[in-house]
């Protein structure tokens, strides 16, 4: 999926490497939860499959090792008879298509005044996420007529379906992102998420965006003295505004 957007200047060998997270970061919520609910809603029987395995899948997302086997359940559930990650990626680019206007409203407009003025400087800029890659792309490709590189969980055929076979989250991040060619000191980095600490203190300049209150002093403690912790619009989160 490609959309006409902005001309920006050609990125040039040693232009400094910008690196956002998206959910809560770009994206005012969960987009990979929004999407799997869509998923698994398209039919009663994915329903009620999600509902069956929702007592163990459910409380296995919550914790760091067990997180990608729990999301990767739901995603099945909402794939099963899929068996080609392209089937996904078309799935994703249908649900970005009949959602353009609630999807529209996530995105977070400072967050893409951010993210557009890094462009415009020449910077490298890339987007990691915990969602699956397709999903970002698309909805900054086609509501946001924003073409940016994008790394994100892995999912591949499993048990009928389709599941997540690597979680781009905490070091993995890193990994993933190193793995895809972003090597070199990283400029800036955004993020929400405490998970995303290992990415934050590998950047020059971390910044804290839309954090939850409850790790706001984490963040403090964990990250250099005069971190900027912002908030760009998500009403229920911490930061300061802007």
Not at 182 to 190: C, D, L, S
Request: glycine share 10%.
């Amino acid at each position: 999926m490609s959309t006409a957007g902005p001309r920006y200047p050609a990125v040039q060998a040693g232009a400094p490497l910008i690196v956002f997270d998206f959910d809560h970061t770009l994206y005012d919520g969960d987009s990979g939860g929004d999407l799997v609910s869509w998923l698994v809603r398209r039919t009663w029987w994915r329903t009620l499959l999600a509902l069956l395995i929702a007592p163990v899948a459910g409380p296995m997302i919550a914790f760091l090792p067990t997180r990608r086997r729990g999301v990767g359940a739901f995603i099945w559930a909402g794939t099963v008879g899929l068996h080609r990650r392209r089937d996904l990626d078309e799935l994703i680019d249908r649900y970005v298509v009949l959602h353009d206007a609630q999807l529209r409203e996530r995105l977070l407009p400072v967050a893409l005044a951010v993210l557009h003025r890094h462009r415009e400087g020449g910077d490298r800029v890339v987007v990691a996420t915990g969602a699956p890659p397709e999903l970002a792309r698309a909805i900054l490709a086609f509501v946001a007529h924003e073409d940016v590189p994008v790394v994100g969980t892995a999912v591949g055929p499993r048990l009928f379906g389709v599941m997540a076979t690597r979680h781009c989250h905490h070091e993995m991040k890193m990994t993933m992102l190193r793995e895809a060619g972003f090597t070199g000191e990283i400029a800036a980095a955004y993020s929400d998420s405490s998970a995303d600490m290992p990415l934050l203190r590998a950047a020059r300049r971390p910044v804290v965006v839309n954090p939850k209150h409850a790790k706001v002093d984490d963040f403090r403690r964990e990250l250099p003295a005069g971190t900027p912790i912002l908030n760009w619009g998500c009403a229920d989160r911490g930061g300061d505004p802007v």
